[in-house]
Structure formats: C-alpha cells, structure tokens
Nanobody, 129 residues
C-alpha cells in the first residue's frame, strides 16, 4: 500500500517562498502520478499541480502557474516549490497518488481528482499580507 507523507510549509510573507514535499513509499509499479491539492477554510478542495513520474509531464492550475514548480526525484519525493506567494495561497496542502498508466495528469487533476488515493496528512501553508 502506498503511503504519502507531506512536510514543509509554514509561514511566509506575500512575495516569499516555501517548499512542501511529499515522500512516497510502498509503490508496487514504476508508473504513478502525484497530485498536490489544497483546501482553504470554507472553500472546496482545489487541484494545484501534478506530475507524471514516468514521463515527467506536469500541470499547474491557473491560480499558481508561473509561481509554483513541481518536481520528483528517484527517491519518490515530490516537491512543490512555491514562489511569489500570495495570501490566497493560504491553505492546507495535501498530496495524493494514482498508480499505473493513466491519462495525462492534467485530466486527472481537473476531472478525475476522486481517483487519487493515499492522501497524506496535509501541511499548512500560511501567507501573510
């Protein structure tokens, strides 16, 4: 069973940077997609970014495009580098995974988010103005 552990986050000022990491273990296949989601108080969960580990393809929500960068390494850690942070980025950030061959992660994140599994415990990101 795949397990994910999110870490990082914290407090930053607007315009600053933070990094959240998702450490995955227990993969049974070499093909997987990790997505980062966030949920702010009183708001619905939002898909932020995703990466297909097999081909390296990525996707970013419009709200974070050109500010956030997702990456993965051979140690099955997926990082989300967050630059030029805004107060609207304040949320609990979660990572989740889909194993196996899948549609492009853009489709997974925007249309099939319920297919993600093994949700990590979440890490809080707070951006002050």
């Amino acid at each position: 069973e795949v397990q994910l552990q999110a870490s990082g986050g914290g407090l930053a000022q607007a315009g600053g940077s933070l990094r959240v990491s998702c450490k995955a273990s227990g993969f049974t296949v070499n093909h997987w997609t990790v997505g980062w989601f966030r949920q702010a108080p009183g708001k619905q969960r939002e898909g932020v970014s995703c990466i297909n580990h097999s081909d390296g393809s990525t996707y970013y929500a419009d709200s974070v495009k050109d500010r956030f960068t997702i990456s993965s390494n051979i140690k099955s850690t997926v990082d989300l580098q967050m630059d030029n942070l805004k107060p609207d980025d304040t949320a609990v950030y979660y990572c989740a995974v889909i194993e196996g061959h899948t549609p492009p992660c853009r489709i997974l994140l925007t249309q099939m988010s319920s297919a993600f599994r093994s949700w990590g415990q979440g890490t809080l990101v707070t951006v002050s103005s």
